[in-house]
C-alpha cells in the first residue's frame, strides 16, 4: 500500500503549494523492511527518539470496510514469525529401501502442524491464549456494524466455507483474536518432480498474529513447549524465531483523534468509525513501545484491494477522497 | 544403478571378446523412463511382444545386504504415484486480514496427510490392506537371516529411532508391507521467504510402494475414498493419479534360477540368497503381465552406495565379481 504514503506527501504538498508552508510541524520516518518485520527500525526508534519527539503519529497504511465510510483503526495485532525444521534421514533416501522404517520428516512435519488446532480452529499451543485481552463491553455491538461480515469474507476469498475459531464473528477472528497461520511449507522435489525418496527434511514457516496483551517470546515459547511435547522422537527438529511485534491498542479519545475524525468526515461526509485491524505494522509497535507515541492509523484501501497479493490495487477516487481529507487532518491538527 | 547394466554388457563382450559368439540369445531391451514410472513401456512391450519372446529375463537393478554374499530378489514392491492439491482462497491472501476465517490449504493439507496414518504408523486408507498377501511359512526366518536389520537402517539413514508398521521387522517392512510415502509437499513462498500470505493451494506427492495382491488403480480408490470421507467442506481438492505398476513375486525355482546361483556362488564362493526388493521396477512388472515371462533379478549395489541420493555409488571390486558372475551365468544358462 505504498500508493497510501504517497496520499500523506500529496498532502503536505497541497499546503505547500497553497501557502508555501504547513500549519504545523511534520516529521516523516520512512523504512522499507516493513515486510520483513522491521528488524532494525525499533533501534533505530530507540537512537533517534530526541529528533523524533511528536505529539502523535499518522499511518495511512489501513484499509476500508466500505468505500462508502471512512475509518480509524485503533488496535492492530502483532506477530511473531518462526520457521520449523524437521529433520529425518542425513540425506534424501530410496523410499523403497527406507520408506516404511523410518518417520518420514515431512509426515512428521504435517503431523505436528495438524496438532497445533483442535478440531473445531482453535490454537493448542501451551498457554497461547493465557493473556489474551477480552474484548470491552459494547465494542463487539461495535464491530458488528462494520460491513465485513461473513458474505464479505466469503466473496472476497472465493472459498466454499468459513473457518475459525468458535465463538467469534470472522471479522473478530481476523482482528482480536490471535491465530497461527502456517505461510510455506517444503519438502522434498518441488514443482511437480517424481523423485522416488524420502526427504531428508521439510520445513515450515509460521507466523502468529498477536493481540494485546500477548508477548511475541512468549509465544514461541508455546510453540516451543508444544514440540516438546509432541515431537516424536525419531525425529530431529529446529525451531528458528524469525522476527515479531507486540499488539497495539490506543485510545480512542487521544491526541489528534478528533482533528482525524473532522477531516475524514469533510472529505466523505458521514462520521468515521472505529474499527481493529487484523495486521501488524512494526512501525505503530516500536513507536508506541519506544516513545510512548500514539499512531492515528486510516487508511483508503477497499475491501478487494488484494494486498499483498496478486495484482495489488487501491481505488482511485477513494484514494483523491484520502487526499483531501489528509490535507484538512493538517489544518485541523494544527488549530487543535 | 547404470553401473549395472554395464556389468551386463561386459559380461556380453566378455563372451564375444574369448569365443567371438555368445553361447545363447541375447535381446536387449533398454529404458531411460524407469524414474517416471515407465509409462510408455507396457504398450511397447505389448507391441513388440513377439520379438522380445525369450525364456527368462535377466535384470541388474538390484542392491545387496552384504558385499560377501551374493543375492537374487523373487520379490518386487509396485507402486502408485499421485499428487493431492489442496485449494483454498482464489489467490494468496493477506494473513492478518484473512488469516483466522478461512482454512488454511496447507494446513488442511497437513491435517488429511496426518490422518493417513494411525499413531502406530500403521496406514487408515480404506481398504488399503485388503489384497495385501501375507508372507509365507518359513519366509520371515529366511529374510531375517539378511544382514539388514535394525542397526543396519539406523546406521544408512542416521536417524534417531526406527518407525513404522508394528508387527514387521524394519526389513520386512521396506520389503513385503505397503506404504504411503510422502515424497514432497510445497505451499507458499518456499526458500524461506517470510510472506505474510495464507496460501492459495498447497501441493503434495505420494509414492505408494505395493505389495502383492494390491492393484495400483484399487490403491487410488482407496485414497480417493479416505479424501471423501475426511476433506472438510472449507477447502477444495484434486486427486491426479501419476503412474503406477503392480508388484512382482516369482517362482524361485523357475527358468534360469538354478543357472543364476550356479554362477553367483562360483564368483562369491558362498551360495546365493533369496532376497525381496522394496522398489519397484516398472520393466520387471510390464513384462510379467503382459508376457507372462518371470525376471532374474540381482545386482552387485552395496547397502551404503545411496541410490537415488546424492554421491549414488558402486564399490568397485563387487562390481567386478558381478561381471564375474554375470559373464559365468550366460554359460550355465546355456547348457541348462
Known amino acids: 500500500m505504498k500508493g497510501q504514503t504517497m496520499a500523506a506527501i500529496a498532502a503536505v504538498e497541497a499546503h505547500l503549494g497553497a501557502n508555501g508552508r ?6 516523516f520516518l520512512i523504512e522499507g523492511s516493513e515486510e520483513i518485520g522491521s528488524r532494525n527500525l525499533r533501534e533505530l526508534i530507540r537512537e533517534q527518539r530526541e529528533r523524533l519527539a511528536c505529539d502523535c503519529c499518522l499511518n495511512v497504511d489501513s484499509g476500508l470496510s ?3 465510510v471512512p475509518e480509524i483503526k485503533y488496535a492492530l495485532r502483532g506477530n511473531a514469525r518462526m520457521d520449523l525444521t524437521v529433520l529425518g534421514p542425513r540425506a534424501d533416501v530410496h523410499s523403497g529401501t527406507f520408506g516404511g522404517t523410518i518417520h518420514n520428516p515431512a509426515q512428521a512435519l504435517c503431523e505436528l502442524i495438524a496438532g ?3 478440531e473445531h480452529g482453535r ?5 497461547f491464549y493465557d493473556r489474551v485481552r477480552a474484548l470491552e463491553p459494547g465494542e463487539r455491538e461495535e464491530l458488528a456494524r462494520l460491513a465485513r461480515d461473513e458474505r464479505h469474507f466469503l466473496e472476497a476469498t472465493g472459498v466454499p466455507a468459513l473457518w475459525g475459531e468458535p465463538g467469534f464473528t470472522p471479522y473478530e477472528r481476523t482482528t482480536a483474536r490471535p491465530t497461527v497461520e502456517l505461510t510455506a511449507i517444503e519438502a522434498g522435489p518441488t514443482g511437480g518432480g517424481a523423485m522416488s525418496i524420502v526427504p531428508a527434511r521439510a520445513r515450515a514457516s509460521f507466523l502468529m498474529r498477536l493481540v494485546p496483551d500477548q508477548d511475541p517470546e512468549e509465544c514461541r515459547q508455546s510453540m516451543l513447549r508444544y514440540l516438546e511435547a509432541h515431537a516424536p522422537a525419531d525425529i530431529g527438529w529446529e525451531l528458528k524465531y524469525v522476527a515479531g511485534v507486540r499488539a497495539s491498542l490506543f485510545d480512542r479519545r487521544g491526541p489528534g483523534v478528533a482533528a482525524l475524525q473532522r477531516a475524514l468526515q469533510a472529505a466523505w461526509g458521514v462520521p468515521a468509525a472505529f474499527a481493529r485491524m487484523g495486521g501488524s505494522i512494526g512501525a505503530v509497535s516500536h513507536l508506541h513501545e519506544e516513545m510512548g507515541v500514539a499512531t492515528l492509523l486510516t487508511g483508503f484501501g477497499a475491501p478487494d484491494s488484494n494486498i499483498h497479493g496478486p495484482n495489488e ?3 482511485i477516487p477513494t484514494w483523491r477522497k484520502g487526499i483531501a481529507a489528509l490535507t484538512r487532518f493538517f489544518a485541523e491538527a494544527a488549530t487543535g
Open 313 to 315: 490495487r487501491l481505488h
Open 116 to 118: 497445533m488446532h483442535d
Open 123 to 127: 490454537i493448542t499451543l501451551p498457554g
Open 22 to 27: 504547513l500549519p504545523l510541524n511534520v516529521k
Open 66 to 68: 466500505s468505500p462508502e
